[in-house]
């Protein structure tokens, strides 16, 4: 901060009561902003792969690879593949539908490659032509494509030369196209990718440490969400706050008509004026929230601070998601998963909008939720045994999986806090307990649930079977006939519904192979109808569609695909959740390299472009958009144990499915999805998201700074001219201020430090790291408590290397070293309701814990929003050192200036109510202006001690 004189604050002290009453004669209402408009994208033409409609033969088929075919090359699909002899001559080739060019072709190699091959063409498949001859320096797992630019073909070949390895060689996609690929436009970097959205001209947003984040009503809920994530990251205290917002600031607005008439929808502009998030709903607003984090540097998920610039390139967007429904299936019941793996879990989810956590609390397996013993209780049912028991049981065997199931289980206190958790953070929860089938962990506890028709049989001289250690399915059931099993299950249900604030109950209803259709039929029909009774939705997996449904039902697909799916749907006038195996379970490998993990879904590895190539409302016949609620991606828990590799599964393939449930069909594509899904790997790095590193997909990372600083540089041994302008404006600084580096290395680990020039005895200098831009930019904050004087800034790389330096000099008059911003969320206070006169109109909603009110001026140059000599960085218009001259000595010019107002203004309906005593405080502003003058007149300017 500037100093200021005595005579400067009493004129700004009448300018600003000036300030605070003339608005209220002569300012009309702030008019409405006007709607975002996101100008239409261009749509693009992607040319078809050719060899879809060819045919393909080959020298050889392994034989131990069971249903392998040349076929599987050319099916589109990533998840089958053609493999050879272990010979190194092997071929494939593809005969095209008709002859004609061939502009490139694109090969997926999975597991087995070719260290060397030739692509040959020929018209007749007798006669060929070497085109292009590749020889690879990367082993499996990568996509090669390559220009042939061949006029006329009939025939194209990958004839083998050398193996990677002693096995063959393994295909699972050879595409051929006719035309190049067209250049895509470039997508924002995120993901799910919005309906409407595009760059702008206006600016760059930047986030300083005097922003605040501006809400009120039910915006309030989603700006705490951003401010709490932020704070951890940025280091800066960002209350949250009412009022009008400045260019710093971010704000959010929630009301009627302020964005797409769709559920969920929200527009964000960002820019030099500001970042503006504006939604229908508090729904909407918390979508903003998660858009805005990604369109932040990676490093805004960091849970410490981190010293880089925070900004947001120009951008408008209108987005909403194409279904309602997003979830994430979890089972809990074959290995369980504590409370904090569960919220995690939820965060992993929640910032790619998914919307709903399906939890599969029981199975054959285990018992995952407490229940009480109820007041009425016919048959004796003790149902704190669940938990006591079958909460003590999971999966003990699986032939690819050593470590047993975990066991454990949630009491009501868990449950509701994991139910909050998740709606705190947009999504609701789904509980299953799955019956009448997958129930053996209920029979084990329960001995009044075993009579004559209930599986499996409890052993001879016991009341209940034997805990289920084995992945095996179809082997249990409930009793139509025992009136126990209704008792219980109302029971059961009446409880879960009192605990679930959401719509819906998940009854399972699958694999129930040892129930007849009569007995299962009977069941479902009752078990249906005691979830209306408890004013649910009720949801099934797609077997139980095969019962009368009552209305607004929802079936989850599963397995299957074909017309009498879509029957039981249309049937039953019921929604769909969309979950078919190969497009969406978990515990499928993605990789052939995973040791754990089912492959029956896609008869082979399940890929990211398995779960994302596919279009919901083309998969049953008949059933579109009007009938699908949603998609869900679902992990069970056969192979899987533990958070950390549950993750690992999960994504990136939740990534995909995220875009397929919120993005239009229209704008999705695969190449530009991996591109988009690449820029994350750094941010679930800094999240500690385990995420698997698919094969052909450039993951980012996020280095940490390292762990030994340099020694400072010698002020002495430095140059007479800076190799970099670092764009440190040539002004006296109290301390406190916030500046930009330019001209530096960019996306780098930089260590900065200040040493004083001047002192007689130089104190020891003052150093950090910091992480550059792309645009070569990084913070600096002068630092407080620093005697006035001559000092230098110094940036060098992590070998020590001198990158940059500038003359910076300090007050005499230092200000007091102060605390710095809280970094943790601050108190939560109520809105101030002060009389409509009162001129402190910045009613914060969250008081920053560790910044005193009194020292917010002196800590930070960006607290006035209009003086550029030290304000926003990309602003800054003051005289720079300039390394062409050598002007890096000159003693800075001091500059004074007088304190602004709270860049908070008083709302029109304050002004309004204020009524007469507008024209006393119009007289006594007067009054006090024309003191201020006398005062500055009977005053002279202090000189520069420097």
């Not at 984040?213 to 700006?223: F, L």
């Not at 604030?501 to 259709?517: A, K, Q, R």
């Not at 949801?539 to 299957?560: R, T």
């Not at 998969?619 to 950390?644: A, F, K, S």
Request: hydrophobic share 35%; charged share 15%.
């Amino acid at each position: 901060m500037k100093r200021t004189t005595t005579a400067g604050l009493a004129c700004a002290a009448a300018l600003g009561l000036f300030a605070a009453v003339l608005p209220t004669a002569f300012t009309a209402p702030p008019a409405q902003a006007a709607p975002i408009v996101v100008p239409p994208s261009v749509p693009v033409e992607y040319p078809s792969n050719l060899a879809l409609t060819g045919t393909a033969t080959a020298s050889s088929v392994e034989s131990a690879l069971l249903g392998n075919t040349a076929a599987m090359a050319i099916d589109g699909n990533t998840g089958t593949r053609w493999s050879s002899n272990y010979v190194d001559a092997s071929w494939l080739q593809v005969e095209l539908a008709e002859a004609g060019p061939i502009d490139h072709v694109k090969i997926v190699w999975p597991n087995a490659a070719a260290k060397k091959f030739i692509l040959q063409t020929s018209l007749d498949g007798v006669a060929w032509t070497d085109i292009e001859t590749i020889t690879s320096a990367v082993g499996p797992g990568r996509t090669d494509e390559i220009k042939l630019g061949v006029a006329n073909a009939k025939f194209l070949r990958m004839q083998g030369v050398s193996r990677w390895s002693t096995y063959g060689y393994s295909i699972s996609e050879f595409e051929i196209y006719d035309k190049a690929q067209p250049v895509l436009p470039k997508n924002l970097a995120l993901v799910p990718l919005p309906a409407e959205s595009a760059t702008t001209a206006d600016g760059t947003f930047r986030l300083l440490p005097s922003s605040r984040i501006v809400a009120s009503g039910d915006a309030v809920d989603a700006a705490t969400y951003f401010a709490q994530k932020a704070r951890k990251s940025t280091g800066f205290a960002l209350p949250v706050v009412s009022g009008s917002a400045t260019a710093s600031d971010v704000q959010f607005t929630v009301g009627a008509d302020l964005s797409d008439a769709k559920p969920e929808s929200y527009t964000l502009q960002a820019d030099s004026n500001g970042v503006k998030i504006a939604a229908n709903t508090s729904a909407g607003a918390l979508n903003g929230v998660q858009t805005l984090r990604q369109l932040f540097p990676q490093w805004i998920e960091s849970g410490t601070a981190v010293n880089t610039p925070w900004t947001v390139e120009a951008v408008v967007i209108s987005d909403y998601p194409r279904y309602e429904h997003r979830g994430v299936g979890i089972d809990v019941a074959r290995s369980f998963y504590t409370v904090d793996e569960m919220k995690e879990h939820i965060d992993n989810a929640a910032q790619f909008k998914m919307n709903a956590l399906h939890l599969h609390l029981t199975d054959d397996q285990g018992w995952r939720i407490a229940m009480d013993q109820p007041a009425v209780n016919p048959s004796g049912i003790k149902y704190t045994d669940l938990t006591d028991i079958s909460g003590k049981t999971a999966m003990t065997t699986n032939p690819s999986q050593s470590e047993p199931g975990h066991t454990g289980f949630y009491t009501k206190a868990d449950y509701k806090e994991i139910v909050k958790y998740a709606g705190d953070n947009g999504m609701m929860v789904i509980p299953e307990i799955d019956m009448p089938g997958h129930t053996t962990a209920a029979l084990h506890a329960i001995p009044q649930l075993n009579s004559a028709k209930s599986a499996p049989k409890p052993a001879p001289g016991n009341s209940t079977p034997n805990s289920q250690g084995t992945g095996d399915v179809g082997v249990s059931s409930f009793d139509s006939d025992n009136d126990a099993t209704y008792e219980f299950t109302k029971e059961v249900l009446k409880q879960l519904a009192a605990l679930t604030p959401g719509p819906y109950i998940h009854i399972g209803g699958d694999e129930s192979h040892v129930t007849s259709p009569a007995d299962y039929n009977k069941m479902i029909d009752a078990f249906t109808k005691q979830v209306v009774d408890v004013n649910k939705r009720v949801i099934g997996w797609n077997e139980y569609g095969s019962a009368n449904l009552p209305p607004n039902s929802v079936i989850q697909l599963w397995v299957g695909g074909g017309q009498g799916e879509s029957d039981k749907i249309i049937k039953n006038n019921a929604k769909v959740i969309l979950s078919p195996a190969p497009k969406t379970y978990i515990p499928q490998k993605q990789d052939n390299s995973e040791q754990f993990g089912g492959t029956w879904a896609c008869g082979g590895p399940c890929t990211l472009q398995t779960h994302y190539d596919w279009d919901p409302a083309k998969y049953l016949p008949g059933i579109g958009d009007d009938r699908i609620l949603g998609v869900e991606t679902v992990q069970w828990g056969e192979w899987i144990r533990g958070m950390n590799q549950t993750e690992s599964y999960q994504y990136p393939r939740t990534l995909a499915t995220a875009e397929v449930g919120w993005s239009p069909q229209a704008n999705r594509n695969y190449t530009d999805f991996t591109k988009r899904a690449a820029t994350l790997g750094g941010r679930m790095a800094l999240e500690g998201l385990n995420h698997f590193k698919t094969p052909g997909i450039n993951w980012s990372t996020a280095p940490a700074a390292p762990e030994t600083a340099p020694a400072v540089v010698d002020p002495a041994a430095l140059p007479e001219v800076s190799p970099v302008d670092l764009g440190v404006p040539s002004t006296e600084f109290d301390g406190g201020e916030y500046l930009t580096l330019k001209n530096l290395p960019v996306n780098a680990w930089l260590r900065t430090a200040i040493q004083n020039t001047s002192a007689t005895e130089p104190t020891a200098p003052k150093g950090q790291w910091v992480r550059s831009n792309e645009a070569g930019e990084a913070p600096l904050k002068v630092p407080t408590g620093l005697e006035g004087g001559s000092y230098v800034v110094t940036v060098q790389n992590a070998d020590g290397e001198a990158v940059g330096f500038a003359a910076l000099a300090l007050a005499e008059e230092a200000v007091p070293e102060t605390s710095a911003p809280a970094t943790s969320a601050p108190a939560t206070t109520a809105p101030a309701t002060t009389d409509p006169t009162d001129e402190a109109t910045q009613e914060a909603t969250t008081a920053p814990a560790t910044t005193a009110p009194t020292n917010e001026a002196t800590e930070e140059a960006t607290t006035d929003p209009t003086d550029e000599a030290t304000t926003a960085p990309a602003t800054t218009d003051a005289t720079l050192t300039s390394p062409a001259t050598g002007d890096t000595g000159t003693v800075p010019t001091r500059v004074t200036t007088s304190p602004t107002a709270s860049p908070t203004g008083t709302s029109a309906d304050e002004l309004a109510s204020t009524g007469a005593s507008s024209t006393l405080l119009m007289g006594g502003a007067v009054l006090a202006l024309l003191a201020g003058l006398v005062i500055m007149a009977g005053s002279r300017r202090r000189s520069s001690q420097h």
